[in-house]
Structures are given as C-alpha cells and as structure tokens.
C-alpha cells in the first residue's frame, strides 16, 4: 500500500515547517515547506487510517484542507523568476511545467472532493488517502529528485 510508504516517510522527514506560505520566489526552502505541510497532513490522515490515533473529524478536515490549499500554491514556486539553477529541482519540471501544474491541482481537486464527503471513519480515510497517494507518487516519481 503506497501511502504506508508515504506516511513512513513523512513522518521522518516531517518537523517543524512553520508557516512560509509567505509569497515570494520560489525557493528551495519554500519548496520542501510546503511540501513537508502536505507531508504533515498526509501523516495525521494516516495515523487515523492505522487506527494510531481515533478517527477525529476535524483533523480530517483540517488535514484535506491543508493538503488543497498547499497543492494549489506549491506550483506558484516554481515560477520563471526561481532559482532553475538550484540542483535540487529536476530540470524536468520546468520542461514539462503544465503537467507539473496539472498534477499539482489534480492533488488538490481530490482533496476538495473529499472534504466535499468528508470520510465518516476509519475506513473512509484510509480510502481517501489511497486515492490523495496515487497523486504524491505520480509527481514524485515524474518530478522529485531521488535522495537517499
Ligand atoms: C505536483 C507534484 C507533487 C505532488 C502532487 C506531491 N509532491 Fe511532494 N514533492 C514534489 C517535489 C518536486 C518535491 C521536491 C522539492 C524540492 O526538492 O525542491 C517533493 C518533496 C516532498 C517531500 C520532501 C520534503 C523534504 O523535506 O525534502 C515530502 C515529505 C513530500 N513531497 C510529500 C508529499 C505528499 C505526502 C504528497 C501527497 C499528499 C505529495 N508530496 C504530493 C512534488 C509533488
């Protein structure tokens, strides 16, 4: 199940991120803040999806709220005045940044969908979260640089 994977990861990668949705170029830094705010959010659904925490409707919705909110301001740091020299962002995205730009708001699109039928439990939230991992994992392997 990809998003275990997912939630592993989060929650080694994921600390304090603070809010730096502050708007300004497009930087590295602003990049994985966000993204650790998805990874955060995504880690809150799955502890729910594990049965780790109990289900809680409104960190569910809290969570999908944050995850489309950030998904839709993430492509907004990559923009042409960025740093495309910064060796940690795949030069693929800025060949392919309308897809980029889809896949993005395809993540928050599914987000809104589910906050729209909110997942009444246990089971609800995992689904969703199935369906919010194809998403993480479709751009991460087309897009994000390979580290270990
Ligand atoms: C539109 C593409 C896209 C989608 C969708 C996406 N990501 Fe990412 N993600 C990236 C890219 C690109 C990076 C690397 C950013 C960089 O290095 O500048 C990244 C990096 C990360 C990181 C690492 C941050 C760090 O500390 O290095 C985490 C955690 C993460 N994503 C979680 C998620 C989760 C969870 C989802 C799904 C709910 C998701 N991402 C969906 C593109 C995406």
């Known amino acids: 199940m990809k998003w275990r994977a997912i939630v592993v990861a989060t929650a080694l990668a994921g600390v304090a991120f603070g809010s730096v949705l502050a708007a300004d170029g497009g930087t590295h830094d602003a990049r994985i803040a966000l993204m650790k705010k998805i990874g955060g959010a995504t880690g809150a659904l799955g502890a729910i999806a594990k049965g780790e925490k109990p289900y809680d409707a409104e960190i569910v919705k809290a969570s999908l709220t944050t995850i489309a909110e ?3 301001a993430f492509p907004d740091q990559f923009n042409p005045d960025s740093d495309k020299a910064d060796a940690e962002v795949n030069p693929k995205i800025w060949d392919n940044l309308d897809d ?3 896949k993005a708001a395809k993540l928050s699109t599914d987000a809104e969908t589910a906050l729209a039928q909110l997942p009444a439990d246990q089971a609800g939230v995992g689904a969703t979260l199935k369906t919010l991992g194809g998403n ?3 751009c991460h392997q087309a897009y994000r640089i390979k580290k270990d």
Do not use: E, I, P
Request: charged letters at 20%; proline letters at 0%.
């Open 136 to 138: 993480c994992g479709a």
């Open 70 to 72: 950030t998904a839709k």
């Open 100 to 102: 980029f730009k889809t």
